[in-house]
């Protein structure tokens, strides 16, 4: 099983950003996912997550910002982040939301600068 994110980079604050997660070796449809995030001071905190029939929940700090999405046929996961602030820079990073953790990929690293 494999996790591959991509889209990172560094944006200003107030701009955008979309995040893509790739899973590979498990069937994606089946599972519950999440987008996580890490910075260097911080636990790796759950920053959005969405159920197999498209549910989803949000951290209370990127509510009305941050939009996950899913499209089953790729197996890829979506993060589409507006209105980003400096406070978003962190290392992005998609898995499980619940159960099991697959093995965590290296992330993509989004930078906000002011």
């Known amino acids: 099983v494999q996790l591959q994110a991509s889209g990172g980079g560094l944006v200003q604050s107030g701009g955008s950003l979309r995040v893509s997660c790739k899973l590979s070796?498990?069937?994606?449809?089946?599972?519950?996912m999440g987008w996580y995030r890490q910075s260097p001071d911080k636990e790796r905190e759950l920053v959005a997550g969405?159920?197999?029939?498209?549910?989803?929940n949000y951290l209370d700090s990127v509510k009305g910002r941050f939009t996950i999405s899913r499209d089953n046929v790729r197996r890829t996961l979506y993060l589409q982040m507006n209105s980003l602030k400096v406070e978003d820079t962190a290392v992005y990073y998609c898995?499980?939301?619940?159960?099991?953790?697959?093995?965590w990929g290296r992330g993509t690293q989004v930078t906000v600068s002011s």
């Open positions: 898995n499980r939301r619940v159960g099991d953790m697959f093995p």
């Open positions: 070796g498990a069937n994606f449809r089946l599972y519950d």
């Open positions: 969405i159920t197999s029939d498209h549910s989803t």
